[in-house]
């Protein structure tokens, strides 16, 4: 079986779905996509450097905050 927490989201800063799940986790109201993807990039560093990385972790989130 494949392990999704692994899955490097974001290349350059090495971020993975993992990762950023547990940014979203110690967050206790997942509403606002935009919110959550600020709260995830302080955490994480996330999509500060290239920038090619934020369509996916915005699909991350919102995936993630919808159930
Ligand atoms: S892959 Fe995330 S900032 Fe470049």
Do not use: P, W, Y
């Not at 090495?14 to 799940?21: G, H, N, P, S």
């Not at 109201?29 to 995830?40: A, I, M």
Request: charged share 25%.
């Amino acid at each position: 079986m494949e392990t999704t927490e692994n899955i490097l989201i974001c290349k350059c800063k090495k971020v993975t779905l993992a990762d950023i799940e547990n940014a979203l986790h110690d967050h206790t109201s997942l509403s606002d996509v935009e919110n959550e993807f600020r709260h995830v990039q302080e955490v994480t560093h996330c999509s500060t450097g290239c920038g090619g990385c934020h369509d996916k972790i915005m699909d991350v989130i919102s995936s993630i905050i919808s159930g």
